[in-house]
């Protein structure tokens, strides 16, 4: 996994998994994520918050 990229608070990876007996790719992956942000707030969901 590599971090290619970063373009204002976005961040770009990339990787490739890999069979490690022989090598052989199994997958690629490519994501996008935010930088120096709090991100969602997971603690709420889980105490049953915030439900509609």
Do not use: W
Request: glycine letters at 16%; aromatic letters at 12%; charged letters at 15%.
């Amino acid at each position: 996994m590599e971090c290619y990229a970063v373009r204002g608070d976005i961040a770009y990876v990339r990787g490739q998994g890999c069979a490690y007996s022989d090598h052989n790719l199994l997958a690629t992956v490519f994501g996008s994520f935010a930088v120096g942000t709090l991100g969602p707030a997971f603690d709420s969901a889980m105490k049953g918050e915030g439900k509609v």
